[in-house]
C-alpha cells in the first residue's frame, strides 16, 4: 500500500538479539523519561536548575526518540520562555539591545533546526508542528519585526521542500497558507513603522527606506500554477487557487471586463485537464466551482461576486460548457464525474430567470438531457441509484 503516491516499508521477523536490543533501548528510554520527569518536578534544592539549557538538551535526547510525547513539548516551551527573559542570561553584566537579540535569535533558530530532522522523519506529528508554530509565534513576539520576518520567510523554504516530496500532503498545503499570512502580517507592520518613521523624520537627514509589498497573493497564485502543472490531481493545489482567486483579481483592480476574461481562461484551462482526464475528480470539483462561483443565480460568497456577468453571459458561458462536455461524453459516455457535472450544469441554465436573449437556448431540451444523463448515472453508478432517481422525479 502506499500514501499519497510514497510506499511503506515493508516489515521484517525480528531476530531474538533485535528483541534484546530494543529491550535495552526500553530501559534507556524509561530512564530517560525518569530523568526529564525530575527535571520537571524538582526537589526544592535543584528547583533553580528546572528551566536550564541543560534541562532544554535533556528534552531534546527525549523528543528525538518519542516526538509523541506532548507533555515534554510543553515543558521544553516553558523553559525557552524562561531562557528568553533577561534575567535569565547567565553573564553578570547587562548586554545591549542587540546583544540581547542575538541571544535570542540563536536560541530561536536553534530551536527550529533542532525541528527539521524530527519532521523528515515523523512528518505528520502534530505536537513537532504545534511546536515550531510556538517558536515562530515566539520570534515575532521577542524579536525586532524585521529579523522575525527573516525567520518566517525561511520557514517558506522548508514548506517547498516538503511540498516537492508530498505535493498532495494538505497539511503541507495549510501550513503553507499560515506562514504566508503571517509573512504579510509582518510586512505590513513593518510598513506602517517605515511610514511613521518617514512622516516623524521629514526633512532630516538618514530617514530612508522603502515600503515592500505586502501581499503575495500573486506569488502563491503563480506557485499554484506550477504545481497543478506537474500533477492535475493535485486537488490542494486547486483549492488554494480557488481562496487566491477573489484577492488577486481585487488586488488587481480588475474591472468586470477583465474578471470575465479571466474566467474565460480559467475556463479553458479546465475544458483542456477534463479531456486530459475526466475521471479526475480534482479537476471536476475546481470547473464546478468557477462555474458555481461565475454562472449561479444564487451569490456564493459572503463578499461581493467574483466574477459579475450579466444573465446572457452566463447563459453564453453555461453553453459553450455544455457544447464540449457533449462531444467529450461521446467518446467517455460512461464516466460518471462528467455525467453528474453536466447535471449540474443544466440544474444551473434552469436557475436562471427567463430573459429573451435566450433564442438559442431550449430548456425544455435540456431537462430531457438531463433525464437521460441520470438514467444513464443510475446505470454507471447504481450505488447512488436512488439519489439519481430522487433528482429525476424532481425535474
Not at 475556463?267 to 462555474?291: F, K, R
Request: aromatic share 8%; with cysteine; proline share 4%.
Amino acid at each position: 500500500m502506499a500514501s499519497h503516491g510514497v510506499p511503506r516499508s515493508s516489515t521484517t521477523v525480528r531476530t531474538p538479539q533485535a528483541i534484546q536490543a530494543d529491550l535495552l533501548k526500553i530501559e534507556a528510554y524509561n530512564n530517560l523519561v525518569s530523568e526529564v520527569q525530575a527535571l520537571r518536578f524538582p526537589s526544592v534544592q535543584k528547583s533553580k536548575h528546572t528551566y536550564s539549557p541543560t534541562s532544554l538538551s535533556t528534552t531534546s535526547s527525549l523528543l528525538t526518540q518519542n516526538p509523541e510525547f506532548n507533555t515534554i513539548w510543553n515543558f521544553r516551551r516553558r523553559i525557552v520562555l524562561h531562557l528568553l527573559l533577561p534575567t535569565s542570561s547567565s553573564s553578570p553584566t547587562l548586554k545591549d539591545d542587540n546583544d540581547q537579540e542575538n541571544d535570542k535569535l540563536s536560541l530561536l533558530s536553534s530551536e527550529l533546526n533542532f525541528l527539521f530532522p524530527l519532521l523528515q522523519k515523523f512528518p505528520k506529528c502534530y505536537w513537532i508542528w504545534n511546536y515550531r508554530v510556538f517558536i515562530l509565534q515566539t520570534a515575532s513576539t521577542n524579536l525586532s519585526l524585521q529579523t522575525a520576518l527573516k525567520l518566517w520567510k525561511s520557514e517558506m523554504g522548508l514548506v517547498n521542500k516538503m511540498l516537492s516530496r508530498d505535493s498532495r500532503n494538505f497539511h503541507g498545503w495549510g501550513y503553507r497558507r499560515y506562514i504566508v499570512q503571517n509573512i504579510e502580517t509582518l510586512q505590513k507592520d513593518i510598513n506602517k513603522e517605515t511610514t511613521k518613521e518617514k512622516e516623524e523624520g521629514e526633512g532630516e537627514e538618514g530617514v530612508d527606506g522603502e515600503e515592500e509589498e505586502e501581499s503575495l497573493a500573486e506569488q502563491e497564485f503563480a506557485y499554484t500554477t506550477t504545481m497543478y502543472g506537474k500533477d492535475l490531481s493535485n486537488f490542494s493545489a486547486w483549492h488554494n487557487r480557488s481562496k487566491l482567486i477573489p484577492r488577486v483579481l481585487s488586488e488587481r483592480g480588475a474591472t468586470i471586463e477583465e474578471r470575465r476574461t479571466f474566467l474565460d481562461g480559467e475556463l479553458g484551462e479546465m475544458q483542456t485537464a477534463v479531456y486530459t482526464d475526466p475521471y479526475d475528480q480534482s479537476i471536476q470539483l475546481y470547473n464546478h466551482w468557477l462555474l458555481l462561483e461565475s454562472c449561479s443565480s444564487k451569490q456564493t460568497t459572503s463578499t461581493s461576486p467574483v466574477f459579475s456577468l450579466t444573465n446572457s453571459q452566463k447563459l453564453e458561458t453555461l453553453s459553450r460548457t455544455l457544447e464540449w462536455m457533449r462531444e467529450l461524453l461521446d467518446e467517455e459516455p460512461d464516466c460518471r464525474l462528467l455525467l453528474e457535472e453536466m447535471i449540474f450544469v443544466g440544474s444551473l441554465f434552469r436557475d436562471l430567470d427567463e430573459t429573451e436573449e435566450e433564442e438559442d437556448v431550449d430548456r425544455e431540451e435540456i431537462k430531457r438531457d438531463m433525464q437521460s444523463w441520470l438514467e444513464k448515472l443510475m446505470e454507471v453508478d447504481p450505488m447512488r441509484g436512488g439519489r439519481w432517481r430522487e433528482m429525476q422525479e424532481k425535474l
